[in-house]
């Protein structure tokens, strides 16, 4: 007995840390582990999947996604759960193409600063207010869907974006690579900076890990679950603006479903639903896997989306899985 | 420090004070007109039964709870903090009851966080936050990776980190609401020291604890609580033991005598037929070849230091943990191992040692609490009765002094103490034959540990087998009729008879199998080493 502080005998909690590390780093890297081994067989398989072109396409479609999962990110590692990204999703989009009136400020600044409010609002519900996330956002995925209706007399105009160099913000691209990808990218590499290196990051995971230690402990805690939903709805709200540059014209009915998607690209990739552990290079391998499933059903082209549905479905429900296993294994 | 010199510093203006602060839960006035202050380099006591409003005034304190009458002095000035972060920026430090840190997070995340070193761009420098952590934690001789995430180390270690976390921020006043019911000897001696450090450097200190011992090793003032009322201010060496245990239960000193304070009478070793035998119980790199013939009626202790196997065998006995070899019976049957509810049924029940977080159910009443182990025992074809469940109920809340509103209030709701005390009942309300207690008496009031020591004999004479484990040395003498000594899993030697005495118990527990003439010793080859002597002699 060297040290009195360390649990029983040597060789059980040497081959145990293994374990735990094993088990630790598997739910971090699962998702990336995965999508490595679908891409090498989707490529053996599919002469037209691994294409430069088809590469480019995937990454896409997967950039709006990516933008929305990254805020979800933020606000599921508290322990929250942002239900309303869909509609503020088709709501920036529409602002962006009212705002493109104004040129590339503003398709881009009008979007953001609603859609952020929208998120304060919400964030100072659950923060200040007390109030269950699931409700709040809840209730901004119906009433903000109702504002974008109203916007466009209940849906049926569908506001387009003439200005060229805003339209050029989604679909310019440089080697052969749009610009929401690259934007995505900067958001991901932001995120994750904030996340991992900087006192507000460290006091997300905190909140999630435990609330009542962080109240404890000293740290804003209503501030922290304010912020991470405004990040939220700025980050809906960005990935609005760019489809809709993209697409140029703000559809009012895209984003339906928005959320469960961001939802189940966030949680594949590692992070608690409780909140407390994940990142947002997780996110990022959530969000390929998901693109990826639906490419690879779409290459096999006698199935339809209802069968990539129930695919991307069972992948969920066995992450979830392997993640309540991999959590216990670590807990013993 | 092992005699707390008074510090010139005492006559200085208070760091923290309260004056006439009360405090309103729904139903109970938890703190009523309470006035209280601390010095700079004075070390308190805060004493009080279970439920008395220790905690709470610590509450109070620290931002936490806001008082409904009266007012906080910091230095001598009106102050009051709004949320925990406001008294820690003013120099307030609180290791609260329960231990407080998130545990999926790091050891030197959970001891930094809020005020992380950066670096000059604003970035959090991991590599010195992580050095500091080191070196911190060294100075208190504590040696553990701080890149493990918190939850992976024993409840001592934690309670450690939460104290290095506690100092580390530039205190002037440290408050520790029991700090050592989950500390093993040796880290209780490390506190010490700490505490020792930060006197000399002028820091107030506030000390709750149920162990008379500690109180009077660490403290030099002591402030009575008795039911939210501040009962006695004044200096703790003039004030005899018997008498501050009379101002906190508000019995007189005779009444107090009489009861006495532990209670155990002489259990009887018994020669009925067997109703445990346990034989080989092993498990790798914990427990070897652990054999166990107990009676009804008997009292066994089980002595060994920390990791010698204690806690595991009792574990490998109620089926909590699985077993590479060997098999319990009850009354000659054997018990499928491994399996909880198997042990249950058969009869064997365990009080768990870490019972904050392995047993309450803190959103259920008291009375759910209590039976809800005991519910089939309470009913018939399904259908509970709820005026068995009450009468249970009635006789524990009664017996334990368990401080309730009503047996409808939420557990959440109770001291720390109470809660503890709502544990114990929910097992001893199962009936069973064979009893195991692991630290029974940790965390609750000398009044109520009489309490607890007392049924556990009262139980003995009914026929129930009990076996007994506690860090005190004391305790573990008084309450047993033998003792089997384990060290390294496995089972070092038995105290029987006349050898069941803290002497012989604190020598076999360093290894020295001389000491009890009597002493059954089965070929015991370790070495002795004094260094690992529990140092909790001082009674
Ligand atoms: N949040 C709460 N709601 C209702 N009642 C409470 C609450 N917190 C404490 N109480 C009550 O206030 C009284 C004082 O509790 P407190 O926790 O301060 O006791 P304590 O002196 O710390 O006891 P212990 O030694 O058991 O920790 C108890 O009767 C308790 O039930
Ligand atoms: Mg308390």
Known sequence: ???????????????????????????????????????????????????????????????????????????????????????????????????????????????????????????????????????????????????????????????????????????????????????????????????????????????????????????????????????????????????????????????????????????????????????????????????????????????????????????????????????????L | MDAPAASPANTDVPVLEARGVTKRFAGVTALSDVTFSVRPGESLALMGENGAGKSTLIKVLTGVYQPDDGELFLHGEVTSFARPLDAQKSGVSTIYQEVNLVPLMSVAQNIYLGREPRSRLGLIDFRRMYSDARALLNEYGIEVDVRRPLRTLALGVQQMVALARAVSINASVVIMDEPTSSLEAREVETLFRVIGLLRARGIAIIYVSHRMDEIYRVCETVTVLRDGHVVHVGSLHDLPRMELVSMMLGRSVEKVRRGGVTEFTDANESDAPPVLVADDLSRKHQIDGISLVIRPGEVVGLGGLLGSGRSETLKGLSGVMQLDRGSVSIDGKTVRSGSVPAAIRAGIVMLPEDRKSEGIVPNLSVRDNIVLAALPKLSRAGFTSKRKQDAVVDVFIKRLHIKVSSPDQIVSELSGGNQQKVMIARWLAMTPKVLLLDEPTRGIDVGAKAEVQSLIDELAHEGLAIVLVSSEVEEVVEGSARVIVLRDGSIETELRGDDVDEQSLLAALAGDSSAGAGAVTPGATTTANPDEFPTKADA
């Open chain 1, 1 to 331: 007995m060297t040290t009195t502080l360390e649990p029983a005998a040597g060789p059980t909690t040497d081959a145990q840390a293994t374990r735990e590390r094993i088990a630790s780093l598997l739910q971090s890297y699962g998702a990336a582990i995965v999508l490595v081994i679908l891409l090498v067989l989707g490529s053996i398989a599919f002469p037209t999947f691994a294409t430069g072109s088809n590469f480019a396409n995937v990454l896409t479609q997967s950039s709006f996604l990516l933008i929305v999962g990254a805020g979800m990110t933020f606000v599921i590692l508290t322990g929250g759960i942002d239900l309303s990204v869909g509609s503020v999703f088709a709501l920036g989009g529409v602002l962006a193409a009212f705002g493109s009136t104004y040129g590339i400020v503003g398709a881009l600044l009008f979007p953001l600063i609603v859609c952020g409010a929208i998120g304060a609002v919400q964030g100072l519900l659950v923060a200040y207010a007390g109030m269950a996330p699931f409700i709040v956002t809840l209730a901004g995925l119906l009433g903000v869907r109702g504002l974008v209706l109203a916007a466009t007399d209940g849906g049926s105009t569908t506001p387009l974006i003439s200005d060229p160099a805003v339209v050029n913000l989604g679909q310019g691209a440089v080697f052969g690579i749009h610009w929401p990808v690259f934007i995505a990218i900067v958001v991901v590499v932001v995120g994750s900076v904030l996340l991992a290196r900087t006192r507000g990051g460290q006091s997300v995971l905190a909140v999630g890990g435990s609330e009542s230690a962080s109240t404890l402990m000293g740290l804003p805690v209503a501030r922290v679950k304010f912020s991470v939903y405004v990040v939220s709805g700025l980050c809906a709200g960005l990935a609005g603006a760019l489809n809709a540059a993209y697409s140029s014209s703000g559809v009012p009915t895209v984003g339906v479903g928005l959320e469960l998607n961001a939802i189940s690209a966030v949680v594949i990739g590692g992070t608690l639903l409780v909140g407390g552990r994940g990142n947002l290079v997780g996110t990022v391998a959530g969000v390929l896997l998901l693109s990826v499933i639906q490419n690879l059903i779409n290459q096999v082209g006698s199935l339809n989306s209802s069968v990539q549905a129930v695919v991307s479905g069972a992948f969920l429900a066995i992450v979830v899985i392997i993640q309540t296993v991999l959590s216990r294994t670590q807990r």
